[in-house]
């Protein structure tokens, strides 16, 4: 067995062509579609979207939640949100209460029929990440999950990582 005799810096130093590239981007898009493709017919059955979906996961994630912290999670307009949140609440899936101490606050918690929804949304993603898992092995999720997070910009790792840190 032969040592690498290079440096250490060059020796981690990763070089991918263009079309090593692409093949990852294909990939992303293609695992995306599987990773989606499962809450997608859940959600089509009740006439929901990709954004009720992001909406019940966040809120289920960090019950009472404010709509402001909840907006700059997702990312999206205010107009948007409360269009989701409308048919969320009318649906029985999302309750809504004024803040204590702010009035203006509106904090948002999942209702029994939420938290049964999410559950089956998450169920149906996590069956498929572990089955991934499982293929790929240990080493491979580590790599995958350092490859997300180098991925996020700035603000959006120091969300993940704020959502990361409550259940460790």
Known sequence: ?????????VANQLFLTDEQLRKGTEAMFFAYR???????RILADRGYGRAHHRAV???????????????????????????????????GLVSSHVGQKDKRERHLHLTD?????EQSLSNAQRD???????????????GFRQVLEA??????????????????
């Open 1 to 9: 067995m032969t040592q690498n005799t290079q440096p250490k810096s």
């Open 34 to 40: 599987g990773f989606t493709a499962d809450p997608d």
């Open 57 to 91: 996961h966040f809120i289920h994630r960090s019950p009472g939640t404010t709509v402001n912290n909840l907006l700059n999670i997702l990312g999206v307009t205010k107009q948007s949100l409360n269009r989701v949140l409308r048919t969320l609440i009318a649906d």
């Open 113 to 117: 029929a939420g938290v049964a929804l």
């Open 128 to 142: 498929r990440m572990r089955t991934a898992y499982k293929a790929a092995g240990a080493e491979a999720v580590a």
């Open 151 to 168: 991925m996020m910009d700035e603000d959006m790792r120091h969300q993940y990582e704020a959502l990361k840190d409550k259940n460790e």
